[in-house]
C-alpha cells in the first residue's frame, strides 16, 4: 500500500495505490480523493473521488459530492447513480482514516461513518481496542488498533501511527474466503 497525503489549509488530496494478492490472483487498485475539513462538524469530508480497481472486479468510479457530503453523483462503470444521507455525510475510505487519526489525536475511542459504496452507501463503526508494537518496513512503532464493530460477516482492524502523525500504517481485513493483509511501504506528507 503506497498513501500520498497534500495538504493546503483546510484541503488535502490522498493518492492510495494498493497491490494485494490472494490464492495466487494479483488485485489491487488506486484511489485519488479531494477532501476538505469543515470547520462547523469537525470533520473531514469528501468533495470528490476516482477509484479504479482490477482482480476480483473491475471498477471504473467517480464520485462527487455536494451538500456537505449529505448527497453523491456516482459514475460506476457508465452508470449514474444519486444517493441523499439526512443521517450525516457521506463520506470514502480516505476521509475516514482522516477522520480517525483525527480522532485519536483528540482522545476519541469511538467513531461513525456513512461511507460511499459503488452501489450503496455503508454504515461503519470503528472502535479503539488498544495499542500494539507493530514492524513496519519503516521500523517498528507503536500503534492504536482500531477495530471494525457491529458487523459480524468481516473483521477488519486498521493500525495508526502518533509517530508518523497518526496516519494508517497496517490493516487486516477478513470475511469468508478473504484474508487480506497491507502494510504501509512508502508515505509522504506534504503541507503547502
Known amino acids: 500500500m503506497v498513501r500520498e497525503l497534500q495538504q493546503k489549509?483546510?484541503?488535502t488530496q490522498v493518492n492510495m495505490f494498493v497491490d494485494l494478492s490472494f490464492l495466487a490472483i494479483g488485485f489491487g487498485g488506486s484511489q485519488s480523493s479531494d477532501i476538505y475539513w469543515d470547520?462547523?462538524?469537525?470533520?473531514?469530508?469528501?468533495?470528490r473521488f476516482t477509484r479504479e480497481s482490477?482482480?476480483?472486479?473491475?471498477?471504473?468510479?467517480?464520485a462527487e459530492f455536494s451538500e456537505k457530503g449529505h448527497r453523491s453523483s456516482i459514475v460506476n462503470n457508465g452508470e449514474t447513480t444519486t444517493f441523499n444521507n439526512a443521517k450525516g455525510p457521506i463520506v470514502d475510505f480516505n476521509a475516514i482514516t482522516l477522520q480517525i487519526?483525527?480522532?485519536l489525536k483528540l482522545g476519541k475511542v469511538d467513531f461513525e461513518f456513512f461511507m460511499q459504496t459503488s452501489d450503496d452507501i455503508a454504515h461503519y463503526f470503528f472502535k479503539?481496542?488498544?495499542?500494539?508494537v507493530i514492524k513496519t518496513k519503516f521500523g517498528e512503532f507503536e500503534a492504536f488498533r482500531v477495530e471494525q464493530v457491529k458487523k459480524s460477516d468481516r473483521k477488519f482492524v486498521a493500525w495508526f501511527a502518533p509517530e508518523i502523525e497518526y496516519q494508517l500504517v497496517k490493516f487486516h481485513y477478513k470475511r469468508k474466503v478473504l484474508d487480506i493483509r497491507g502494510e504501509l511501504t512508502e508515505h509522504s506528507i506534504t503541507h503547502f
Open 9 to 11: 489549509n483546510q484541503q
Open 39 to 47: 470547520e462547523a462538524s469537525q470533520r473531514f469530508i469528501t468533495q
Open 54 to 62: 482490477k482482480g476480483f472486479s473491475d471498477v471504473k468510479m467517480q
Open 101 to 103: 487519526s483525527e480522532g
Open 128 to 132: 479503539v481496542t488498544g495499542k500494539d
